[in-house]
Every structure is written in structure tokens, then in C-alpha cells.
């Protein structure tokens, strides 16, 4: 019934970017971690933080709650020059009544252990090809890390209706197995925690698991990776929807 | 860049025959499989003295062509351009009068003779033209004549002669031309004549980082036309202004105002560009444009510029922004209607290098007008990785634009240099390219993701002997 709902709202009110921000945790890394970028190494989740430390290249595929009539693809490269990171991206997803496109540009300053970061997003979205809006908006991101130890706070899309505030702390429960948690207070007075775990089975496959409350929503994934490149495969539960399936090949320089 | 569109061919044009410059004999091929196939080609054949150019292209089953036959600098038998002055009467100099190779084959250009003599410090100039245009008739008489060559019922006799004299010494040069053009046909429009008399004066002055320029052309009342430019090795600046009378715009003559294509009309620009250090470019860009004696019209028309540009060898980088009145571009969009008349427009661009060989490229446009309807926003975005190493390259990336009701045009490598782009879509894009010494071969392959999902396919070839 939901997904019918759901289904019915997306042409009319474009629910995709209009209810949470967590509808724009697309990528595999973000999928599995509940959109903990503090433990992703995802070139992808440059769209949800400026600082996150990586350089490659990465294109994903996203189907959410298992609809199959509705698609969304990215594409995301990061380079370093001297202290900084440059990336740049884009997602689009798709449904025959409806398009939603977001890229962006971020740039990021890394000294040692700080990490200080802003990106720019334009938000397009259209029914049928007809009605369409624009919305412009910028994260702002700092981070800190010390050997096992981290910390991030984040502010996303300002200048948006999905304006958002996260708080992450990091730390390593034992060696390899790194866990971190996250407040996340939204524009709406609406606020949830998340906690996600991350760590190397072996030199090939990692392993992501999270939770969050509010809704109560687990996610895990893998990742097989072949130095230099990667496949990472996730998913993502919902209270009352269908598993959330992404799946991404990245390559990292 | 809707301003300058019917110069695009042109500019692409120059660009293939400044590749060419270095050889004596150079091909170049291409051939596009899309909705409107075309297929291009263009020759240029050079001994000691004597130089041959010609150029084709075939769309529609529909063959255009044109050659150049060509003794040094002075002497051009077929298609050519000629260059005078600032552009009132003839294409626009950007050094001394000259005449100029074949415009792109589909643009219509005097087609005849032409002959420049430089006896010492003298250079004589004579041209003479006769080409059948394509015109829009009603009721016999010309309606409309346009520079590319269509497929039209009527047609019109053009006979274009023109002598000229320039003086040059240190620094300084002073000329004077006679222009003659005429139809075999009437206009429609009351102000344009099918017969057209016109003389220009023209004087530059060279002095060292200095260069003043001025034109007056003599129709039936004085068109005039300044600039002055400025080039320090760290700033650079140029002023330009044009006054059109009661003119008649010649049939090669450039487009004298860039915000506006009526006469009577007046327009000021001016141009700073300033280099903080050997990487970074700032430009800062302003034209306004006023009609006179229109009391109805009581502000001027203006475009606004700012730029920056960074490159060094890692990293190439770009970012503009174009405020302009919305009723310059009026004769370019159909849909307009009376709203608040700004019209903005963004471009970045940032290509960084990830590899020796590899560089990734990102380039983002988008455009804002200000009026009441909901689509009066759009977007261009693309994105790809480019690996170039011993002539070899490769190039795979994709591109999504969003707009719904406005025509948007942007700079390409294609035929024209520049596609127009309408409606949201998407599209992934291969470019593959191979040269060696004595050519190079590409070959460039799109497939639209929506909408009609066109594929389309580009190869061209070029091939270069010294």
C-alpha cells in the first residue's frame, strides 16, 4: 500500500528530495551506513560530505525499495592537488513521470588530521517533463581523525528545505573494527541517531552494517576490492517498505 | 552566445584552416550518421606562391561548395572575405585590410575576384562579387535575406564591387573605401535599398601597448565606429564605440552592435582583463546599447560580464557570470513575453589531472530569467574522464541538460560550433581519437538516454602533408 502511495506521491510532490535527506543516501557506502560518511571510503558520498578524504572515480545504480520502475544512477570523480581535494558528481534518478537530478562540486582543505570542506548542490526535479523546480544549497563539513579516532560535524543542504545537522564520533572497538555514531537533528525539529560499524574481513572483502531510529531502518553491505578497484554491494531495510538495493564499481588513484 | 551565433561556422571554419596553416597539403574529412546526416569536407593545396582552399559539405542530399583560388596575399579568384576597418561596410580588421580564405560552405560569401596590391608604403584593394542568394520574396520583393544558404523558393542577383587605399607608415595607417552593392530585386522593408552606396575612412595607430582604430562609413548619413585597446604583459584593456545612423547593414559587413541588429542605435563597451599572477585571469566585461531619439525607450540595453580562469598544468578552471536584459535576446526566443527583464547565466568548468595521461573534466552551465512562467530555469552538466597519451586518446563521459522551453545553445566541436539543446535529457558520450604524423583520426559516438534516443555517430578524418 506504501509503495502505492509512494508511487502516487512522486509525481505530485517529488517526496524523493522533498521529505528527508535520507533519500539522497544513494550510493552503495551510504546505503549500508545509514549515511555515516565518517566511515566511508566512497568517492560517491562526496555528495553528502566534502571531507571525505578519498580520490577516485565511482558510479553507482540504486533501486529503492525494490521498485523497479523507479532508477537512480551516479557518477562521482575526487582528485587531490597539494592539500586539496576537488570532486565533482552527479545523480539522477528516474521514473517515467518524474526526474530528479543533483550535481555537484565540492572542494575540501586536509592538514594532517583536520579536514575543512564546503560543497555546492543544484537540486532539479520535473513531472512529466512540465512542472520543474530548482533549488540551489551547500554543505558545510569539518572533521578531525586520529589514529583510531574521529569526529565529524556536518551541516547539509543549507538554503534548503532539507537542512541538516550531524554529529559523528568515531573510534576503532578493537584493531580493524571501526564503529561510529551520529545525532542528526533536521531543519523540521526532527531528530534521530544513527550507529554503523565498518571493518576488513580480509585484504578483499570489508564489511558495513548500520542502524538508525526514527524510522527504524538497518542497512548492510560488502565490498570486494581488488587493489585498485572495488564493487560494493548494499542494502537497506524500511519499517514498511521493500529493501533498498545499490550497488557501485569504483576505482581509487 | 546567441549574439555572435551566425559567426560560430565562421570561427569553426578558421579554426580547421589554422590547423592547416603549417602544411602544404591538408584534407580534412567528417561525417555524421544522426537525425540530419551531413558529411564535410575541406581541402587546402599550397606550392610556393599559389594556394588552392575549398570546402564542402552535403546534408540533405543538398551539396554546398566553395573554392578559393589564390596568388600570395594578393590575388583571390572564387570565394573569399574581405577585411576593412572595423566591420561598417566589410568584415572587421583586426590588423591591416587583407584578403581572407573561404567562409564555411554553407555561409554565403563574395564570390568573384579580389586583389590586393602593396606598392610601398601603399596597398591598393579591389574586389568584385556577383553570388544568386537565396531571399524570402513576398509579392516579388525581399523580405528576408538569409546568410546561410537554405533551401528557399525565391532567389536574388547580388553584385557586390568595391575599391579601397590605404596608406601605412611606422605605426600609422589612414584608407578610404568605395563600396558598391546591389539586388536585381526590391525590399520589402522600406529602409533597405537594393541599391547601396557607401564610403569608408578608416586610421589606425600603433604605439607600442597601444592601439587606437577608427571607422566612419557614409551612407546616407555617417556611421562611426572606436575602439582603443591596451596590452600590458599583466592587464589588458579595450574600449569600443559604435554610433549607426541611418545604415543599412552591408551583405558581409560584421554585425556592428553586439546587443542590438536595428540601426540608430549607439553602443559602448568595455573590456579589462588583469592577471594577478602567470596562472590566474580575471576579466571584467560591459556592453550597453541605446537607441536614439526613442523617448520611449529610457534605459539602455546592457550585458555584464565577470570571469576568472586558472591554468597551470595541473589544473584548468573556469567560472562566469552574464547578467543581461532579457529583451536582447527577445529575437532569439519565441516564448518571451513581458516579465522582469534580467536574465542570468552561469559557467564553471574544472578539468584537473589525475594521472600523467589521465584528467578528469567537469563543466556546468545554468541559465535564469526572470518572468512569471515555471520553466524559466535551466541546466547543462557534464562530466568525463580523458586519457590522452601518444596520440592516442579516449574519452567516455555523459551529459544531462534541463530545459524545458528555452533554446539552449552550447559551444561544440561539431560542424556549426554550437548544438542547440532543447528539453531535459540526458546523454552518454565515447570519444575516440588517434593521431599520427600526418593526420589524425576521430571518431565520436553519443547516445541520448530520453527522449527520442538518438544515437549518433561522428568520424572525421584529417590528413596533413608538409
Known amino acids: ?253 | 552566445m546567441e549574439l555572435s551565433l551566425e559567426e560560430l561556422p565562421e570561427q569553426s571554419t578558421q579554426t580547421l584552416y589554422d590547423r592547416q596553416a603549417i602544411y602544404s597539403t591538408a584534407l580534412y574529412g567528417a561525417a555524421s550518421f544522426a537525425d540530419s546526416p551531413y558529411s564535410r569536407a575541406q581541402l587546402k593545396l599550397k606550392s610556393a606562391a599559389f594556394q588552392a582552399f575549398a570546402g564542402t559539405k552535403v546534408e540533405d542530399q543538398r551539396p554546398q561548395a566553395n573554392i578559393q583560388l589564390r596568388y600570395r596575399d594578393h590575388f583571390a579568384l572564387g570565394s573569399y572575405r574581405v577585411t576593412w576597418g572595423k566591420g561598417l561596410l566589410l568584415n572587421r580588421s583586426t590588423t591591416h585590410p587583407a584578403i581572407l580564405y573561404p567562409s564555411h560552405p554553407s555561409t554565403y560569401e563574395p564570390q568573384g575576384l579580389a586583389i590586393s596590391l602593396k606598392p610601398g608604403a601603399w596597398q591598393i584593394l579591389t574586389f568584385a562579387s556577383q553570388v544568386e542568394r537565396a531571399a524570402k520574396l513576398s509579392e516579388g520583393l525581399i523580405t528576408q535575406l538569409p546568410r546561410s544558404k537554405t533551401d528557399i523558393l525565391g532567389s536574388t542577383r547580388e553584385r557586390v564591387v568595391g575599391s579601397g587605399l590605404v596608406y601605412t607608415s611606422d605605426g600609422f595607417e589612414i584608407g578610404s573605401l568605395y563600396y558598391h552593392q546591389s539586388y536585381d530585386r526590391a525590399f520589402s522593408d522600406a529602409k533597405s535599398d537594393s541599391l547601396l552606396e557607401a564610403v569608408s575612412i578608416y586610421g589606425a595607430v600603433n604605439s607600442g601597448a597601444h592601439r587606437l582604430m577608427a571607422e566612419c562609413a557614409v551612407q546616407d548619413q555617417a556611421s562611426i565606429a572606436l575602439s582603443w585597446s591596451m596590452i600590458h604583459p599583466r592587464f589588458s584593456q579595450e574600449w569600443q564605440y559604435q554610433r549607426l545612423a541611418d545604415y543599412q547593414r552591408p551583405a558581409y559587413a560584421t554585425k556592428a552592435n553586439l546587443l542590438s541588429s536595428t540601426d540608430n542605435r549607439e553602443e559602448l563597451s568595455a573590456r579589462i582583463r588583469y592577471m594577478p599572477f602567470k596562472a590566474l585571469r580575471i576579466q571584467a566585461q560591459s556592453t550597453i546599447n541605446k537607441g536614439f531619439g526613442d523617448l520611449n525607450e529610457v534605459n539602455w540595453l546592457a550585458r555584464h560580464q565577470l570571469g576568472l580562469n586558472f591554468s597551470d598544468p595541473l589544473s584548468k578552471a573556469s567560472l562566469s557570470l552574464t547578467v543581461l536584459d532579457r529583451e536582447i535576446l527577445s529575437a532569439f526566443d519565441d516564448n518571451y513575453s513581458s516579465s522582469i527583464p534580467l536574465h542570468y547565466r552561469v559557467n564553471a568548468s574544472l578539468r584537473q589531472r589525475i594521472f600523467e595521461d589521465i584528467w578528469m573534466d567537469t563543466a556546468f552551465r545554468f541559465h535564469h530569467q526572470e518572468r512569471q512562467l515555471a520553466l524559466s530555469r535551466g541546466s547543462w552538466w557534464k562530466q568525463s574522464i580523458d586519457y590522452h597519451r601518444d596520440g592516442f586518446g579516449l574519452s567516455l563521459g555523459y551529459s544531462v541538460w534541463n530545459s524545458g522551453n528555452y533554446r539552449m545553445l552550447i559551444l561544440d566541436d561539431g560542424d556549426t560550433g554550437y548544438r542547440s539543446l532543447g528539453k531535459n535529457s540526458a546523454q552518454a558520450m565515447l570519444m575516440t581519437e588517434y593521431g599520427w604524423k600526418t593526420g589524425r583520426a576521430k571518431l565520436v559516438l553519443e547516445q541520448e538516454l530520453k527522449q527520442d534516443r538518438v544515437t549518433s555517430l561522428l568520424a572525421s578524418l584529417s590528413l596533413n602533408l608538409k
Do not use: C
Not at chain 1, 49 to 70: A, D, K, L, V
Not at chain 1, 150 to 156: N, P
Open chain 1, 1 to 253: 500500500m506504501l509503495k502505492r502511495l509512494i508511487l502516487l506521491l512522486v509525481p505530485m510532490l517529488s517526496l524523493l528530495s522533498a521529505s528527508v535527506v535520507n533519500y539522497l543516501e544513494h550510493s552503495p557506502a551510504a546505503n549500508a551506513l545509514s549515511g555515516i560518511t565518517l566511515l566511508s571510503d566512497s568517492v560517491a558520498d562526496y555528495s553528502l560530505s566534502p571531507t571525505i578524504g578519498h580520490t577516485g572515480i565511482s558510479t553507482f545504480y540504486h533501486r529503492p525499495f525494490n521498485m523497479s520502475e523507479i532508477a537512480v544512477v551516479g557518477f562521482a570523480t575526487a582528485a587531490a592537488r597539494n592539500r586539496f581535494i576537488l570532486a565533482g558528481g552527479s545523480t539522477y534518478l528516474h521514473h517515467s513521470d518524474y526526474s530528479w537530478h543533483n550535481p555537484f562540486l565540492s572542494a575540501a582543505y586536509h592538514y594532517y588530521g583536520i579536514a575543512l570542506g564546503i560543497s555546492g548542490h543544484m537540486v532539479y526535479d520535473s513531472v512529466k517533463d512540465v512542472d520543474s523546480e530548482y533549488d540551489f544549497s551547500y554543505d558545510l563539513a569539518a572533521r578531525y581523525s586520529h589514529k583510531d579516532y574521529g569526529a565529524e560535524l556536518k551541516f547539509l543542504r543549507v538554503g534548503s528545505s532539507d537542512e541538516q545537522l550531524t554529529i559523528s564520533m568515531k573510534a576503532a572497538l578493537s584493531e580493524g573494527v571501526y564503529t561510529a555514531t551520529s545525532y542528526v537533528y533536521e531543519s523540521g525539529g526532527k531528530d534521530y541517531f544513527r550507529a554503523g560499524i565498518q571493518t576488513d574481513i580480509n585484504q578483499y572483502l570489508s564489511v558495513y552494517g548500520s542502524w538508525q531510529n526514527e524510522p527504524n531502518r538497518f542497512g548492510l553491505g560488502a565490498k570486494l576490492g581488488i587493489e585498485p578497484w572495488s564493487l560494493i554491494y548494499s542494502l537497506r531495510t524500511h519499517p514498511q517498505l521493500d529493501l533498498s538495493h545499490a550497488i557501485a564499481l569504483q576505482r581509487n588513484w
